[in-house]
């Protein structure tokens, strides 16, 4: 191990600079570096943004790669890292915090962690899962809305060990249940799990990544195309393209609903992309915002009753090692965003979900219970004289019930009725809304499951409720049926994620 000697620095320097001149005031702190990524990152972002460059910076997260790998190699690393902070401009011409990026002094591949809020991007026409981060420049306190990133650096970590550190990061920094982790826990903990070398990386499979997030207390669901579908090249008048309306293929149809209502519902998943010659990971964050003209058309045209948003595609938001922050992927071509022949062809293959220990109900048999209920002969959305689109989604009931107490339109009755009731921790919520309505954002109708529940059980509907009818705890024969004075009109939830409605706020 080579001597473990402190650079002999006088003190921190910050440095303010522009994209323009950003890589000339920094490359003195690191001569040679590959700027690809780096570069990338800035081009990304707004063209009136302001850097502060910090050196040097003691990064946590290369600093333990540096003991746990680096220290040992022939080849002399430097310790010290560079943070390069971010300022947006606000409109009255004060400057708002944005976040910051790491470079490390690795010259392959310097681009770092970081972390960024989606205000600083030149577009972002979407909502995603966010979390708040302190920061301390040089003694100032800042405060940073933003999801974590890092970029692989092909030796402690791959894609795959990326993603999962995203993820924990994620969660520890959220919730006060769950911690963060360096990279060596990571490998500790994989170690327990593994029956090979792990260092330097060669990737994780599934399975490894979903053993990981178990042993860190999260409870992991896989979803597979191998073993959710049915093979075959059959076409579906489900699942629509929302520029062209084109149909996918019967194999994709469940997972991508799946994967819509657990992003709806604020979950982020790790999800591998592939074909013959590529495997990758990447952590999906969030969606772009749903072309509501679009399913309002297609509604009205189609012969169902009813249809929940899941099944129309959405780009989504993901976090690629390989590309800066919240980058926008389609659906059904992953790597729509990558100009190399050799990525041509990508699917989702699979995703793993941290599910939380007090949800029990997945959204697959969610949306088997829903489609029950909806096709009902007494109380389904048949009997009605009109067309539905609903919204299924899982949440707290703290949040939820905080969104009906400040709703403006809601009736007071409703108000009390939902917000008076015993529910568990998290809910299903399925939103409904009557065609004429969904395009002004006016839910008619909700139906509300306990998550902790059993679909065996009649007992996890907690309530059910279109225009004037409600059904409390009754599932099974729905002779529970009450009639109200005023028809139910509320606005859609939104808190799962965050956007320009609550100025990208966690």
């Known amino acids: 191990m080579k001597d473990d000697k402190k650079d002999e620095i006088d003190e921190i320097k910050v440095i303010k600079a522009t994209k323009k001149d950003f890589f000339s005031k920094v490359q003195p702190f690191q001569e040679k570096?590959?700027?690809?990524?780096?570069?990338?990152?800035?081009?990304?972002?707004?063209?009136?943004?302001q850097l502060e460059i910090e050196y040097p910076y003691v990064d946590s997260h290369y600093r333990d790669s540096y003991y746990l790998y680096y220290s040992r190699k022939l080849s002399d690393y430097k310790r010290d890292c560079i943070r390069v902070?971010?300022?947006?401009?606000?409109?009255?011409?004060?400057?708002?915090?944005?976040?910051?990026?790491?470079i490390r002094p690795l010259e392959q591949v310097p681009l770092g962690r970081a972390i960024i809020s989606p205000k600083a991007l030149k577009t972002h026409p979407f909502v995603t899962c966010l979390v708040n981060e302190k920061v301390n420049?040089?003694?100032?306190?800042?405060?940073?809305?933003?999801?974590?990133?890092?970029?692989?650096?092909?030796?402690?970590?791959?894609?795959?060990?990326?993603?999962?550190?995203?993820?924990?990061?994620?969660?520890?920094?959220?919730?006060?249940?769950?911690?963060?982790?360096?990279p060596s826990d990571i490998i500790k903990i994989l170690t327990n799990t593994s029956n090979r070398r792990l260092l330097p990386s060669k990737g994780l499979t599934v399975d490894e990544l979903a053993n990981c997030l178990n042993s860190t207390g999260q409870n992991c669901l896989i979803y597979t195309c191998d073993t959710t579908f049915?093979?075959?090249?059959?076409?579906?008048?489900?699942?629509?393209?929302?520029?062209?309306?084109?149909?996918?293929?019967?194999?994709?149809?469940?997972?991508?609903?799946?994967?819509?209502?657990?992003?709806?519902?604020?979950?982020?998943?790790?999800?591998?992309?592939?074909?013959?010659?590529?495997?990758?990971?990447?952590?999906?964050?969030?969606?772009?915002?749903?072309?509501?003209?679009f399913i309002y058309s297609d509604m009205k045209n189609n012969g169902n009753t009813w249809l929940d948003v899941s099944n129309y595609k959405r780009d989504f938001v993901v976090m690629d090692d390989n590309k800066p922050p919240y980058e926008i992927i389609p659906i059904t071509d992953p790597a729509a965003n990558y100009s190399e022949a050799e990525w041509n062809g990508c699917e989702l293959g699979s995703f793993v979900l941290p599910f939380h220990k007090h949800m029990f109900m997945d959204a697959k048999v969610v949306l088997e219970l829903v489609s029950n209920i909806f096709e009902n002969k007494k109380i389904g959305l048949k009997i009605f004289n009109s067309k539905w689109i609903t919204r299924l989604f899982l949440t707290s009931s703290t949040s939820y019930k905080t969104f009906i107490r400040k709703s403006d339109i809601l009736d007071e009755q409703f108000k009390q009725r939902i917000v008076r009731t015993q529910f568990p921790k998290f809910i299903w919520v399925c939103e409904l809304y009557e065609i004429e309505h969904y395009?002004?954002?006016?839910?008619?109708?909700?139906?509300?499951?306990?998550?902790?529940?059993?679909?065996?059980?009649?007992?996890?509907?907690?309530?059910?409720?279109?225009?004037?009818?409600?059904?409390?705890?009754?599932?099974?024969?729905?002779?529970?049926?009450?009639?109200?004075?005023?028809?139910?009109?509320?606005?859609?939830?939104?808190?799962?994620?965050?956007?320009?409605?609550?100025?990208?706020?966690?």
Request: proline letters at 2%; hydrophobic letters at 35%.
């Open 33 to 49: 570096m590959n700027c690809t990524k780096i570069k990338n990152l800035l081009d990304s972002l707004i063209d009136d943004i």
């Open 85 to 102: 902070h971010l300022f947006s401009p606000t409109q009255d011409s004060k400057w708002h915090y944005s976040g910051y990026f790491i």
């Open 137 to 182: 420049l040089v003694g100032q306190k800042l405060e940073v809305h933003g999801f974590p990133y890092v970029a692989q650096d092909a030796e402690t970590h791959t894609c795959a060990e990326s993603a999962l550190w995203v993820l924990l990061q994620y969660f520890g920094e959220k919730y006060k249940n769950y911690k963060t982790f360096l």
């Open 230 to 293: 049915d093979k075959g090249s059959s076409k579906s008048t489900l699942l629509k393209d929302l520029t062209t309306g084109s149909d996918c293929t019967k194999l994709q149809i469940e997972l991508f609903n799946l994967l819509n209502i657990y992003i709806e519902s604020g979950m982020p998943v790790i999800s591998s992309i592939h074909n013959e010659k590529i495997g990758h990971a990447i952590v999906i964050i969030g969606h772009q915002e749903v072309d509501s003209s």
């Open 439 to 506: 395009h002004n954002n006016q839910v008619n109708g909700v139906l509300i499951i306990d998550a902790t529940g059993d679909a065996s059980y009649n007992s996890i509907i907690l309530y059910y409720i279109d225009d004037n009818k409600i059904v409390i705890n009754d599932a099974s024969s729905f002779q529970g049926t009450e009639k109200l004075k005023k028809n139910f009109l509320c606005e859609p939830y939104k808190n799962n994620l965050k956007g320009e409605w609550n100025e990208w706020r966690s």
